[in-house]
């Protein structure tokens, strides 16, 4: 489990770093977070598999994304439209509104 959260934050290192373009090649990249090269590479296919558009570009010397995107992992609350409640809650709001008539 230990080394699923160590890849995921990893991970998160390598998006953020893409983010700024400022990975570096990838004996630099792997330097800024501790890992062989080979390790590098898999953590970067493990994000490609995720559907992560990741290249290379080699006039700014860093990884970058072909188009924008959102990684996020963990557990999130999420907003639910009024309707939503209402579907949830069993209709006990139009109970409500019966009894207080």
Known sequence: M???VEQINQIE???QLIR???TGNPSKLAEKL???EASLFRLIEIMK???API????FLQS???E???KFQFGFYGREISQAKAKEINGGYSNLMFLINY
């Not at 290249?55 to 080699?58: M, Q, T, W």
């Open 55 to 58: 290249k290379f570009d080699i």
């Open 13 to 15: 290192q390598i998006d």
């Open 63 to 65: 990884y970058v994304y």
């Open 20 to 22: 700024l373009r400022a």
């Open 49 to 51: 598999k995720l559907d």
């Open 67 to 69: 188009y924008d995107v």
């Open 34 to 36: 501790s890992v062989s």
């Open 2 to 4: 230990a080394k699923l």
